[in-house]
């Protein structure tokens, strides 16, 4: 018996295989030594990099907050006599383009209605334009220097970068806005990105993840051209997001490159420098090989036997972890792992799958917990969150309606006060089992308060308010009925507010609207229900006109 589990300990194979490694010690050192080196020059590649990434980002950064300043002291100086004159305006504009040389491509004024009034060199087309629809035009107006998205079209056959700032007058506000246009490969401006060079096959881009778009790069064929599809390049889409920093990723042609992004100050625009996995260890290569040609042959006996030993101490490991990556990733359904031996890694593999199984259990227990109430085993406020949207979404895509019926209890304290909560737990269980009666099949029924329920209806037809109706009048006849119960004989009422919707209004407000139709009932003398008008909130109720708002008493529901 213990010579069986001798040869059976994972130890054992673990020793053996130890022996096999001091044999190989040869290419155990080829694999330090590599590694060592590939870190090393990595590190010292991607912080190079990363230095040159932000050396462009803040010099670019500079050259844009130069011409926005100038922007700024322009719009300071200029004179309240000349906005009236569009010919003086003109002269002013044509002075300050002519005295510094940071908006070659033009200047222009437009008023607060959005028209442009006044630019040089002067351009008919660019005058007819409005700019009233812009965001950014928005913005200025608001008081912010805006830097634009760079553009491209009749006007500015090459890309441009515009620029606008307000012009407040003596009380600060803000009369107009004062714009400037300026080419991406005007001189001084992004020419020390467009000349970097990093080896014979670095790259660097100056990037907007608003666009998607590559604004400017030291290869003319890359400017304006789109950025790859989000997952061709996971470094990438990291930066989009926000990341700054280096990193390995993927370049156009498939292949891996050492990536650095840096972001540019008064923009969201970033720089990445990118260079060739390959291009940035040249000494590691030389080394490989050199290492690879002495040691050709005994590192092919040392793979016969690490290959051997993999397939005998670690296949059925690998085959376990395998299961359980591609269970964790969703790509099978959990189930129990096949134990093929009897040690340690059997012994785990039992292990995991006990944990799993027990794993399965409280996940199913707290999904349901986390769904339901406790009480009456109803969705709760989540989960009626949830149905909420779906069914908005639904009835926005069919072009339905939904109705939202929110109850309240009446004369629901006094049971609690007379006959103890537990009698009032009971009493809230019969109503439950009461109004699931009422409920139809796809409607959510759900508990959203001590006495309070939510009924949610979809597909009720047309009109809605009919189907509606006939709803909340199945919920007050139900409720009314006396609840019977070791303690005593027990009458209640409820107040019902109904909601109406389209599909076009937002699942919060649709709540509220019920909420507060509800209170309107229980100020109607209770026991009655109260469709909600189209005044109390909900932007999109499907109320008729001169029903909205109609309540039906207890005494004159119909069945």
């Given amino acids: 018996m213990k010579i069986k589990r001798f040869t059976n300990s994972l130890i054992t194979r673990l020793t053996l295989f130890g022996i096999f490694v001091v044999v190989s010690s040869a290419i155990v050192r080829y694999n330090i030594l590599i590694d060592f080196l590939e870190s090393d020059q990595s590190e010292v590649a991607a912080t190079q990099q990363s230095t040159i990434a932000s050396y462009l980002a803040q ?78 035009y928005a913005r200025v107006l608001e008081g912010a220097s805006v830097i634009g998205e760079p553009l491209q079209g009749p006007l500015w056959p090459k890309p441009v970068l515009p620029i ?39 790259s660097f881009m100056l990037v907007s993840p608003t666009r998607r778009l590559v604004i400017a790069a030291n290869d003319p064929v890359l400017v304006f051209t789109p950025l790859p599809a989000p997952g061709s390049d996971t470094l990438l889409d990291q930066a989009l997001t926000g990341f700054r920093g280096n990193g390995v990723g993927r370049s156009a042609n498939g292949g891996n490159e050492i990536k650095a992004m840096a972001s540019v100050d008064g923009t969201s625009w970033f720089v990445i420098a990118s260079l060739p996995l390959a291009a940035a260890l040249p000494t590691v290569d030389r080394m490989r090989h050199l290492i690879a040609r002495g040691s050709l042959i005994q590192a092919a006996a040392i793979f016969v036997i690490i290959g051997l030993a993999y397939l005998w101490f670690f296949r059925p490991l690998r085959r376990a972890a395998d299961l359980a990556d591609r269970m964790t990733r969703g790509e099978m359904p959990l189930s129990p792992l096949p134990v093929v031996r009897r040690d340690e890694v059997g012994h785990l593999t039992t292990a995991f799958n006990g944990l799993l199984a027990r794993l399965k259990v409280h996940q199913s227990e707290l999904q349901h917990q986390a769904h339901h109430d406790v009480l009456t085993g109803l969705p709760n406020r989540m989960m009626l969150a949830e149905r909420m949207q779906q069914a908005l979404a639904r009835a926005t895509l069919e072009k339905t309606g939904i109705a939202l019926l929110y109850l309240d209890l009446d004369g629901f304290k006094p049971v609690n006060d007379a006959a103890g909560h537990k009698a009032g737990d009971l009493v809230l269980q019969e109503i439950t089992r009461r109004l699931r009666r009422v ?73 509220q609207v019920a909420d507060r139709a509800m209170y309107a009932a229980k100020a109607q003398g209770r026991g009655c229900h109260v469709i909600a008008p189209q005044s109390l909130g909900c932007g999109h109720l499907n109320a008729p006109a001169g029903t909205a708002g109609t309540n039906h008493p207890a005494g004159s529901a119909r069945s």
């Fill in 164 to 202: 606008m700032t307000p012009v407040q007058d003596a009380h600060g506000q803000v009369v107009g806005v004062l714009g400037g246009v300026t080419e991406l490969d005007a001189p001084g401006f992004l020419e020390h990105l467009q000349q970097a060079r990093l080896g014979p096959s670095g």
């Fill in 439 to 511: 409920a139809r099949h796809g409607d959510t029924l759900a508990r959203v308060g001590g006495d309070e329920f939510v009924l949610l209806a979809a597909d009720l037809g047309t009109p809605l308010q009919d189907g509606a109706r006939v709803l909340a009048e199945k919920c007050i006849r139900v409720v009314s009925e006396p609840v019977l119960l070791p303690q005593g004989e027990f009458s209640l009422g409820v107040s019902v507010g109904v909601a109406l919707c389209d599909g076009r209004c937002d699942a919060d407000t649709l709540l």
């Fill in 59 to 136: 010099d670019i950064g500079y050259r844009i907050a130069e011409r926005r300043q100038y922007l700024e002291r322009l719009a300071e100086q200029l004179p309240g006599t000349v906005r009236a004159d569009s010919q003086a305006m003109r002269i002013w504009l044509r002075e300050r383009r002519d005295l510094q040389a940071l908006f070659l491509q033009g200047l222009f004024y437009a008023d607060r209605s959005g028209m442009i009034i006044a630019d040089s060199p002067a351009l008919p087309d660019h005058r007819a334009m409005s700019l009233i629809g812009s965001p950014d």
